[in-house]
């Protein structure tokens, strides 16, 4: 479903490479060009057919009547004013970030119709190389719109998304931040930890469980460092219920207390179940 | 290649199920016989092939050459003497245990020719109705042999798991439960901790990051419990360790001090990336 004139998507990566691939494919926008300061990048994103044209320049932008920040979050911040002065008031702009009271606030001073969202989907992978159109296929996506953002626009790429077939729901910056420092930002910060705490000598000695339990940790630690900064007081708070669990368990184990251990173990593996199979 | 006359399965859950289907797929016993508590899962087992006969008492192993302990680490420990008066001396035993001081300690004394095993298999699933015959296949299996391991043993045994296509590497059982702390019961304390953290509406708020890195809590409480009481000093020693990595990229967070945080977060990478692919 056609849905716009010319996207123009910032970042030419995992996220905004399989945007774009997915905008083309499901026929969302008549063109889609990208924004990329890696001409590796933009070369590859054209050859797989994921943006009709790119450039290192913002000028490329100019007609976009949506614009799709896929960049790590302090380049969002960063580029916004410039793209300001480049594109419509009218043009629609979102960004993909992963924390979004800061982008949330800087952006929705900036531009008339944005829209904050966050796709769940991508993976420990990063770059245009691993782009792939149906990544946001049955995931999940949310919209974190605010008192001022424009109904028109929140409609609009309500659609938008779900015409990428995700699922859609609605959290204000605030809770989406709270939540996900918990369910994203901590595990992230778990698998950084754990793998980082394991001897270099010891690791050949080991099987899936350590694989799996750190895959994240194979994530960009550029793109990683920006979102844990700029979630700060949420993060915090979640490593500090974290570290009471595992006190709780580290206790457990040091008196011998079957009955303690049994009652947390018990509760993680009914709490694992509920999540969607493995 | 036939190794053994009968083997005798103590314990058909998911590593003794597909053991036994692993042993009879190579033809590595005329016989296998199955002991366990639950009639269900005897039943099961020789529904799929497993074994050629069970029962729920011992008797049934009179006349193994080979008994291979497959239990949670308690019910090892207390069958030993009881098994001990019913096969012959000449009779090797090995168990397939987690952790290997104590079990290793305390079967060494009571049987002539055991050799502790370990084979890195297996998963987050539990229970016969999970037992594959190729879950040892291209696998690591850990020889844990002390100063009184008989060497004809321990010879066979390791031609034992090489049959069933494992790699085999021989660590010391104090080595073995000082590695495996950090590589496999720290991860699983992770897990249960982790998922213990997030608060049970935020669960839905989530995607395969969560899912992956706590992938090891849906692992049975009971077998767990036990493993973890069974590995204390190592296990807290790790856990120490993974704190002061976690409270290093905490503090990193709250100081905003990126250079230490990006430090971090990339030796992370760097270490994750020499485990083998996901």
């Known amino acids: 479903m056609r849905l716009f004139k010319k996207v123009a998507i910032i970042g030419t990566g995992l ?3 399989s945007l774009s691939l997915a905008i083309k494919k499901k026929g969302i926008a008549a063109q889609v060009v990208g924004v990329s300061r890696r ?12 943006i009709d044209d790119g450039s290192r320049g913002l000028g490329i932008i100019k007609g976009a009547d949506l614009v799709v920040f896929a960049t790590p979050v302090e380049a969002i911040i960063k580029l916004a004013p410039r793209i300001r002065r480049i594109i419509s008031p009218d043009s629609i702009v979102i960004d993909v970030g992963s924390t979004k009271e800061k982008i949330v606030s800087c952006l929705g001073k900036i531009f008339t119709n944005y829209v904050g969202t966050h796709p769940l989907a991508g993976s420990e992978k990063s770059g245009i190389i691993n782009a792939r159109q149906d990544i946001f296929k049955g995931s999940l996506c949310i919209l974190t719109p605010t008192g001022k953002t424009a109904p028109a626009a929140l409609k609009k790429i309500n659609l938008f998304w779900r015409t990428l077939e995700t699922k859609t729901i609605i959290l204000s910056p605030q809770t989406h931040d709270k939540i996900l420092a918990f369910t994203s930002h901590l595990p ?3 698998a950084f930890s754990l793998i980082a705490s394991v001897p270099d000598k010891y690791l050949k000695v080991s099987s899936t469980g350590l694989r799996d339990t750190t895959r994240l940790a194979a994530s960009s630690s550029e793109i990683w460092e920006q979102i844990l900064l700029s979630n700060k007081k949420h993060i ?13 368990i580290a206790l457990g184990i040091q008196k011998n207390n079957k009955k303690a251990l049994s009652a947390i173990l018990m509760l993680a593996r009914k709490k694992r179940d509920t999540l969607s199979a493995t």
């Open 236 to 248: 915090i708070d979640s490593i500090r219920v974290f570290q009471k669990n595992l006190s709780a």
């Open 188 to 190: 992230h910060i778990i």
């Open 15 to 17: 996220i905004g490479g």
């Open 39 to 50: 001409k590796e990048s933009l070369a590859e994103a054209k050859k797989i057919g994921a």
